[in-house]
Every structure is written in C-alpha cells, then in structure tokens.
C-alpha cells in the first residue's frame, strides 16, 4: 500500500517561512505529479501547485514568487518551501500524489493518495 507522510508544519509569524516535506512509500511504484493542497478554516480544499516529474511546475497566483515546489526522485519527496508567509496562507496542508502501483512488470493500479495533513499558521 503507498504512504504519503508529510511533515514541517508549524506556526510562524508573518513575514517568516517553512519548509514542508512529503515522503511516498511503497514496494513498486512510479509517481507522476506530485502536489500540495491546503484548506482553511471554512473553506474548500485549494491547489497552491504541482510539479511533475520532469519539474514541471504550476503555482497558484496567491503564492508565486513566495512558494517553490521541488522533487527529489531518488528520494520520492517533495518538498514546499514557503517564504514571506501572510496570515492568509494559514490552513491544513496536504501532500498529492498521482502514484502507479505494479502489481507485475506491466499490470498496474493508478490512482491519487493523499497524506494526512499538516498544520500551518501565519499570525499577524
């Protein structure tokens, strides 16, 4: 079964960063885009961006020139670096996946997984 398991959240004032880090694991897998999400308080759950896995990346217009998205392959994590942070980027981060599990050399399952969540408050 694959695993997504994401850390680095906190709270930090505004103006100060975080790095987020998402972690896949499985026996035999191959991940295409990976992403992150967030939801604040009241809500719905939001795209701040993707990368693929040739490094393609997408951001959200909220978040460009602040937040930048990398893959380490080898690793299979992503990482969210988010800097000069405002108070309306407070909410519930949460790690995508777009995953290929094999089951043989050529028979596969794809489908998204999501991690758990990680808290992020930006104070004033």
């Known amino acids: 079964q694959v695993q997504l398991v994401e850390s680095g959240g906190g709270l930090v004032q505004a103006g100060g960063s975080l790095r987020l880090s998402c972690a896949a694991s499985?026996?035999?897998?191959?991940?295409?885009?990976m992403g992150w999400y967030r939801q604040a308080p009241g809500k719905q759950r939001e795209l701040v961006t993707t990368i693929s896995r040739g490094g393609s990346r997408n951001y959200a217009d909220s978040v460009k020139g602040r937040f930048t998205i990398s893959r380490d392959n080898a690793k299979n994590t992503v990482y969210l670096q988010m800097n000069s942070l405002k108070p309306e980027d407070t909410g519930v981060y949460t790690c995508?996946?777009?995953?290929?599990?094999?089951?043989?050399?050529?028979?596969?399952?794809?489908?998204?997984?999501w991690g758990q969540g990680t808290q992020v408050t930006v104070s004033s």
């Open positions: 499985a026996t035999r897998f191959s991940i295409n885009v």
């Open positions: 995508n996946a777009n995953i290929a599990v094999y089951t043989s050399s050529s028979t596969y399952s794809l489908r998204d997984f």
